[in-house]
């Protein structure tokens, strides 16, 4: 019954309000981001395990409409697919390196939520995630979100910005003083999955990202 959804983490991202929209470009520098609540993350799923190496630093933003990620991402070395199209979503994206976001506005509904990915080189896929299915992700959803990478090779930093319309999770409009639920991960580093480099905001103290119970608080304030 949905009075009995029980949270286990209650990490807290604070998301500011914004007053006028932007486009994604890549440049998490730019003033909308200079006010904005940053947080760094350099845990795998299991909070003991640290990858200084991968130091990954977000921040969120909102509007009426939208919600804005930027990510800044320290690498040691870029694992990318080189046969995408930025012009359409890439099965397994996460395959490779990856920032993702999965964002839930109805937290009464713990397994119903929504995954973004971004590569460093723009390559990207959404999906709709319901774990009472099977399979539970959607890839035929399409959410329209804008985002756009930069890649510093000095230092090693990829940046990331997203702009996510809120219509497409079925939000008519944030306010501030809404909570959803919310956890952000990076896949780092090449080689097989023995070796790469899994983080997670919220530690989920399991390897399988879908662990909804192990999301964060998002706050969203003036």
């Not at 799923?45 to 939208?66: K, Q, R």
């Not at 990915?117 to 990207?124: D, K, S, T």
């Not at 959803?180 to 090449?190: A, E, I, S």
Request: glycine share 4%.
């Amino acid at each position: 019954m949905e009075n009995k959804v029980r949270y286990f983490n209650n990490q807290n991202l604070e998301a500011r309000s914004i007053k006028r929209e932007f486009s994604p470009d890549g440049d998490v520098s730019k003033t909308p981001w200079k006010d904005a609540s940053w947080v760094e993350f350099d845990t795998s799923y299991d909070p003991s395990v640290i990858h200084p190496e991968a130091l990954t630093s977000v921040a969120v933003l909102w509007s009426n409409h939208y919600i804005y990620f930027a990510f800044r991402s320290t690498y040691s070395e870029l694992n990318v697919f080189s046969d995408g199209n930025p012009d359409q979503q890439y099965w397994e994206l996460w395959n490779r390196d990856v920032v993702e976001v999965f964002i839930n506005p109805f937290p009464h509904r713990m397994k119903v939520y929504w995954e973004f990915e971004v590569a460093p080189n723009n390559l990207w896929i959404d999906l709709a995630i319901d774990l009472d299915k099977e399979p539970f992700h959607d890839a035929s959803w399409n959410s329209g979100f804008e985002h756009s990478t930069r890649i510093s090779k000095e230092p090693r930093i990829w940046d990331c910005e997203m702009r996510i319309p809120v219509a497409s999770f079925g939000v008519n409009e944030i306010t501030a003083g809404q909570e959803w639920r919310v956890n952000l991960y990076r896949c780092d580093g090449p080689g097989d999955d023995s070796v790469r480099r899994f983080l997670a905001w919220s530690p989920t103290f399991d390897e399988n990202f879908h662990v909804p119970a192990g999301f964060g608080r998002l706050s969203f304030i003036d």
